[in-house]
């Protein structure tokens, strides 16, 4: 007894870990960051977190089936890509600009899903196409061209960013109106993942497939309905990435969707599947762009700041084999 105890103690200060790592990250920053303990700094903090927030909400479920999504940051932009070249190019109303956004992810996700759960391919190497196939998609349609959404002193739009992003409210002038947006999705995220049928059986599938098939659940609909879910987020990622960023580029995002499965993975969600907590998740996604907005306040150039950023993938890989290793000595004693 005094053994399960001791190791059930060991486990539980795993947990600790992660918000522990963002509050460590936040000090060493603010010492040696240039204007890091800023409120400008915090804005920009968060407004790093919304799009790597929304993609991490997202692949939290796939991941906790035990799959991975390659195509998250490509896909992402293409949607956004779109969303403005219809706005500019045809003129279509931004609402259904931003419509067509959310139904472009929603579609990759959808094709996702059909490959790994109907076709039986491998994540990574249906995800790995389907990254090709949105960084292409993009491209042919825009003719490579870089598209623009309205800004706030547009004369068509300008809504958008006050919308999305900043705003003067509450009295407080530019309030981080994206903040309350994030926030909103993670505890919509958090009800579907931990307090509905498909968040039990999201869990059932990554804890053992074989089990959850033979109990009766549909797996391949459900996976399918996980990645077309995981599609929505992407959208809603393209939306904000969209307002903070206004330009985007065709044929980029490639390497973007490593921030949020790392945000997932240090939140403390095992890639083996079957476990993690979006509250661990959305730790995980401040510790991504705390990392991301400090590296630019100790004036790091964009090389050191891919390098470091690829470490932080190394190490949040080893932390989820470690946690897994201890979950395990856990359960057998």
């Given at each position: 007894m005094?053994m399960?105890?001791?190791?059930?103690?060991?486990?539980?200060?795993?947990?600790?870990?992660?918000?522990?790592?963002?509050?460590?990250?936040?000090?060493?920053?603010?010492?040696?960051?240039?204007?890091?303990?800023?409120?400008?700094?915090?804005?920009?903090?968060l407004?790093?977190?919304?799009?790597?927030?929304?993609?991490?909400?997202?692949?939290?479920?796939?991941?906790?089936?035990?799959?991975?999504?390659?195509?998250?940051?490509?896909?992402?932009?293409?949607?956004?890509?779109?969303?403005?070249?219809?706005?500019?190019?045809?003129?279509?109303?931004?609402?259904l600009?931003l419509?067509?956004?959310?139904?472009v992810?929603?579609g990759?996700?959808?094709?996702?899903?059909?490959?790994v759960?109907?076709?039986?391919?491998?994540?990574?190497?249906?995800?790995?196409?389907t990254?090709?196939?949105?960084?292409?998609?993009?491209s042919?349609?825009t003719?490579?061209q870089?598209?623009?959404?309205?800004?706030?002193?547009?004369?068509?739009?300008a809504?958008?960013?006050?919308?999305?992003?900043?705003?003067?409210?509450?009295?407080?002038?530019?309030?981080?109106?994206?903040?309350?947006?994030?926030f909103?999705?993670?505890?919509?995220?958090?009800?579907?993942?931990?307090?509905?049928?498909?968040?039990?059986?999201?869990?059932?599938?990554?804890?053992?497939?074989?089990?959850?098939?033979?109990?009766?659940i549909n797996v391949?609909?459900?996976?399918?309905?996980?990645?077309?879910l995981?599609?929505?987020?992407?959208?809603?990622?393209?939306?904000?990435?969209?307002a903070?960023?206004?330009?985007?580029?065709?044929g980029?995002?490639?390497?973007?969707?490593?921030?949020?499965?790392?945000?997932?993975?240090?939140?403390?969600?095992?890639?083996s599947?079957?476990?993690?907590?979006?509250?661990?998740?959305?730790?995980?996604v401040?510790?991504?762009?705390?990392?991301?907005?400090?590296?630019?306040?100790?004036?790091?150039?964009?090389?050191?700041?891919?390098?470091?950023?690829?470490?932080?993938?190394?190490?949040?890989?080893?932390?989820?084999?470690?946690?897994?290793?201890?979950?395990?000595?856990?359960?057998?004693?």
């Open positions: 005094k399960e105890k001791l190791g059930t103690k060991k486990f539980d200060l795993q947990k600790l870990l992660a918000p522990a790592v963002l509050v460590l990250l936040y000090i060493v920053f603010a010492i040696f960051g240039n204007k890091f303990f800023t409120l400008d700094t915090l804005k920009n903090i407004e790093a977190s919304y799009y790597i927030g929304f993609m991490a909400f997202g692949v939290t479920f796939i991941i906790i089936t035990g799959g991975i999504d390659l195509s998250l940051g490509t896909v992402m932009m293409c949607s956004a890509l779109l969303g403005a070249y219809v706005f500019k190019v045809h003129n279509w109303p931004l609402i600009a419509a067509l956004t959310i139904f992810g929603v990759f996700g959808f094709i996702n899903g059909t490959l759960a109907r076709l039986k391919l491998p994540p990574f190497i249906a995800t790995l196409g990254q090709m196939m949105s960084m292409g998609l993009g042919i349609i003719k490579v870089s598209q623009t959404w309205p800004t706030a002193t547009a004369e068509v739009g809504w958008f960013k006050k919308v999305f992003i900043r705003a003067d409210l509450f009295g407080v002038k530019g309030f981080p109106v994206g903040a309350l947006w994030l909103g999705f993670f505890i919509i995220a958090s009800l579907i993942l931990h307090k509905t049928k498909f968040g039990r059986y999201t869990y059932a599938i990554g804890s053992n497939e074989e089990a959850a098939r033979l109990s009766g391949d609909s459900w996976k399918v309905a996980v990645y077309t995981s599609g929505f987020f992407i959208g809603m990622a393209g939306i904000f990435y969209a903070a960023y206004t330009t985007i580029t065709p980029t995002g490639n390497g973007l969707e490593m921030n949020g499965i790392t945000g997932v993975i240090i939140g403390g969600t095992s890639m599947g079957g476990s993690g907590t979006m509250v661990g998740t959305l730790i995980g401040f510790i991504m762009s705390v990392l991301k907005t400090g590296l630019s306040a100790c004036g790091l150039q964009a090389p050191w700041q891919t390098f470091l950023t690829g470490a932080v993938v190394i190490g949040a890989v080893l932390l989820d084999k470690a946690r897994t290793n201890a979950a395990n000595r856990v359960k057998k004693v």
